[in-house]
Nanobody
Framework: QVQLVESGGGLVQAGGSLRLSCAAS????????MGWFRQAPGKEREFVAA???????YYAGSMKGRFTISRDNAKNTLYLQMNSLKPEDTAAYYC????????????????????WGQGTQVTVSS
C-alpha cells in the first residue's frame, strides 16, 4: 500500500509560483503512474496533470504551459511546479497513485487512481 503526503501549498498572489511535493512511502513508487488533481469548494475533483511510469506527462488544457509535473523515483517524490498562478487555480490539490498500468499510460479520471493524499491548499489572491 502506498501512502502519499502533499506539501508546499499556501497563499500566493496572482502571477506567482508554488511548487507542490508529494512524498510517497511504501513499496515500488516507480511502479505507479502518478497524478495531481484539485478540488475547489462546491466543485467536482478536477484533473490537473499526470506522469507515467516512464515519465511521460499529460496536462489538462488550462494548465498546459503553466504547470509542470515531474517525479524523482530515487526520492519517492512527485512534484507540481505551478507558475503564472490565477485566482481560479485556488483549490485543494491532491496527489494520487495509479497501479497496474502500462509504462506509458496515464489516466485523467479520479476513479482510476488507487491511493490518495490528504491534500494541500493553494490560495491565489487577486
Amino acid at each position: 500500500q502506498v501512502q502519499l503526503v502533499e506539501s508546499g501549498g499556501g497563499l500566493v498572489q496572482a502571477g506567482g509560483s508554488l511548487r507542490l511535493s508529494c512524498a510517497a512511502s511504501g513499496p515500488s513508487f516507480n511502479n505507479y503512474a502518478m497524478g495531481w488533481f484539485r478540488q475547489a469548494p462546491g466543485k467536482e475533483r478536477e484533473f490537473v496533470a499526470a506522469i507515467s511510469k516512464s515519465s511521460g506527462t499529460y496536462y489538462a488544457g488550462s494548465m498546459k504551459g503553466r504547470f509542470t509535473i515531474s517525479r524523482d523515483n530515487a526520492k519517492n517524490t512527485l512534484y507540481l511546479q505551478m507558475n503564472s498562478l490565477k485566482p481560479e487555480d485556488t483549490a485543494a490539490y491532491y496527489c494520487a497513485a495509479e497501479g497496474g498500468v502500462a509504462a506509458g499510460s496515464v489516466s485523467t479520471r479520479p476513479d482510476a487512481y488507487d491511493y490518495w493524499g490528504q491534500g494541500t491548499q493553494v490560495t491565489v489572491s487577486s
